[in-house]
């Protein structure tokens, strides 16, 4: 990976430097500020981290035309996963909260005229929030304890009547309808406050909210290929190979 922007005697420091974006995704890590001068080798191995894994998520953040899909799959589903669920744990915890306290700033210094257009922005992305929580939890409950029940029944050369069940349910297919619709939500929000609402009395707030919520589709948007080029994937291999076995 010496070839790559980010690699493992680059510090650490550095790579934030390179693209402050990847300061959350650090963070899913459980690596916080204050490491000094260390590489990112250092660290890894301080933190008892998969480097080529860190460096894989780094550099695919960092670049989304570098996507080691192949290299990502290798992982066992409990490592990919539990970067999955830490990065929900980020949009529940941090983004949803940061988001809606922007959006109350904005409404507290908008204008009476602006009600009805407040309004409709307000309920859009409550919508959208629910939406977005409900999906995750959803992962969180069915799709990811699939995988390791797929690769427990792969050491095992066992499979359960429920497991094969749940092979027959597409799962993949669904889990791929339901980014579609997010991305496309995320996306008709944003379409509204650029194109269709009226000036407003603090523009700064405004901009500030907006350049946010592109903040966070971008962040989805490689989230959301983690899942469908790595997870999904591996859970259709995992599949053709208990097939095979019946």
Known sequence: MK????YATMKLADAIHLNYLLLPVIGRFGIELGFGNKTIKDICEEKNINIDFFLEILNSF????YFASDQLQSYPSTM???YLVRTHNYYIDVKIPEMENMINLFLENSSEKNKANNTLITNFFDEYKNELIHHLKQEEATLFPYAFELEEAVKTRQISQSLSV???TKLSEKEHEDHNQL???????KNLIIKFLPPVKRKDLLESLL????RLEDDLEDHSRIEEKVLLPKIICLEQTLLETL
Not at 3 to 6: D, E, T, V
Not at 183 to 189: I, T
Not at 211 to 214: A, D, K, P, R
Request: aromatic residues 8%; charged residues 30%.
């Open 3 to 6: 070839h790559l922007p980010i």
């Open 211 to 214: 350049i946010e919520l592109f």
């Open 166 to 168: 749940k092979i027959n």
């Open 80 to 82: 990919v996963v539990d």
């Open 183 to 189: 991305e496309e939500k995320l996306f008709d929000l």
């Open 62 to 65: 960092h670049n989304s035309d």
